[in-house]
């Protein structure tokens, strides 16, 4: 809802690359103020960004507003993919503002966007944060962050293990050609298991309350060591096959035919079965299994292997 005279205003950083060894440096540039109803659009080198809304009809309707960029960078087919990279708009996030008035969640109004995560990002509800990852509305640093990490979110766990599995070798390439970078791995490689298993979204651990299942409905604490599928027995340590199926996501697509190993079951209120599993050839399988960050698939999505 914005009023009469309220304006837009919006900022586009992206990361543009600078050179060779994977190094980068921001960009940033604005858009507005402009009207309700009004289109500005702004062209750079390689890239297009717009920003615009419409009122919408009905008395205090409000208006949709809508934002974008675009890579327009004329480039031949067949691009290796470092020459891509150099011609790409990295890690690009938008903070639509407005003047007077407050947006309405991007969650609930039941908007597609392209790309793009939009939330509230304002404790007035006056600012949208189009992120490259899915956030709540109102997102901020953990309090359990370890610094910059380059990702201060929930993804800052997934950057500490997978930093953990690097080789000496790569860990000494990857320091080489940056010193932040350098700086990161080291702070990163200091945190040992309880550091990591505490930024697992706060995750602790207790024992379930059996009076509390029963009254809810459940009749005792399933699932823990063994559960049978359409009359195939799964228990833990099983080595299984993944079949999440190629239309979903990206790590769908990449997981499915992989070995895996059985390492939680659990039974949910509704009867659900769902296996916790590590994946027998990733090289932080143990490491997973240690801080107890585990992938969970439904029935449908296991075989025997």
Do not use: K
């Not at 205003?9 to 190094?23: E, S």
């Not at 020459?83 to 969650?107: D, K, T, Y």
């Not at 490689?189 to 298993?197: D, F, K, S, T, V």
């Amino acid at each position: 809802m914005a009023a009469d005279d309220a304006t837009l205003t919006a900022t586009l950083v992206w990361l543009a690359p600078d050179g060779g060894g994977h190094r980068a440096v921001q960009r940033r540039t604005t858009l507005g103020p402009a009207a309700i109803g009004e289109r500005v659009t702004e062209h750079g080198d390689g890239w297009r960004f717009t920003l615009g809304s419409e009122s919408c009809a009905g008395d205090d309707a409000g208006a949709l507003v809508r934002a974008c960029v675009h890579n327009v960078s004329d480039v031949p087919r067949g691009l290796s993919r470092a020459s891509a990279l150099a011609q790409s708009l990295l890690s690009v996030h938008i903070v639509v503002e407005l003047s007077e008035g407050r947006f309405i969640s991007p969650l609930e109004a039941g908007q597609t966007s392209v790309n793009t995560f939009p939330v509230l990002a304002s404790p007035d509800d006056r600012a949208v944060l189009g992120a490259g990852i899915v956030l709540p509305d109102h997102p901020r640093i953990s309090e359990r962050s370890h610094g910059n990490l380059f990702d201060n979110t929930e993804i800052e766990e997934a950057l500490v293990l997978h930093v953990h599995t690097l080789t000496g070798e790569e860990r000494a390439a990857a320091s080489a050609t940056d010193e932040a970078v350098g700086d990161m791995l080291e702070r990163a490689l200091a945190l040992g298991p309880e550091e990591i298993m505490a930024l697992h979204s706060g995750l602790t651990e207790a024992e379930p309350d059996v009076d509390a299942l029963r009254t809810r409905g459940a009749s005792e604490v399933r699932g823990e060591r063994a559960t049978v599928i359409d009359g195939v027995r799964y228990a833990l340590g099983d080595t299984i096959r993944l079949r999440p199926g190629s239309e979903r996501d990206a790590l769908d697509r990449m997981l499915d035919g992989r070995l895996a190993t059985i390492e939680r079951i659990y039974v949910d209120y509704d009867g659900r079965v769902h296996i916790g599993v590590t994946v027998d050839d990733d090289p932080g399988q143990q490491l997973m299994r240690e801080t107890g960050r585990y992938l969970f698939f439904f029935a449908g999505e296991v075989e025997p292997a």
